[in-house]
């Protein structure tokens, strides 16, 4: 998505996108919620990683996720973490 298309999504300019992508403008929480929906992400984690580095629609599962069904999820991930830790140690 360029700067323009993404101002367009929120209602401002592509100047704007640029000075709050360069730091020139502060990223306050009002821009996060604004930027998070084109974006397809959540407002905390634009502070933390890049959109394109995020699996949106698997964070998106997670979060929805009923709490019971969401530690389930965590504990089958974590797990499955583990396991491949320990094939790459064990090579």
Do not use: C, N
């Not at 360069?22 to 933390?48: C, F, I, M, Q, Y």
């Amino acid at each position: 998505m360029t700067q323009e298309e993404l101002a367009q999504a929120v209602g401002t300019t592509g100047a704007v996108i640029s000075l709050l992508e360069s730091s020139d403008r502060g990223l306050s929480a009002k821009w996060l919620r604004k930027l998070a929906v084109p974006l397809e992400t959540r407002p905390g984690l634009l502070l933390d990683y890049h959109p394109e580095d995020l699996d949106t629609e698997f964070i998106r599962s997670v979060t929805e996720a009923e709490p019971r069904l969401k530690r389930r999820i965590v504990k089958v991930v974590t797990s499955m973490m583990e396991d491949e830790a320990d094939v790459s140690d064990a090579a």
